[in-house]
């Protein structure tokens, strides 16, 4: 549930991104966004490089 809930809101930021600039990315994200990795685990946006699963 608690990743459905994470992944509404991004789905909604990427959104509101598009319809503010016509792309997604640069920037919508603030710094201490969690994301659940595939193993369950949070960790903050910053902490994800290539490849993180």
Known sequence: MRGQKHLAIAALWSLLCQ??????????????????????????IEGITTGTK
């Open 19 to 44: 319809s503010a600039w016509g792309f997604a990315g640069g920037g919508c994200f603030l710094p201490g966004t969690p994301v659940m990795l595939a193993d369950g685990r949070e960790v903050p």
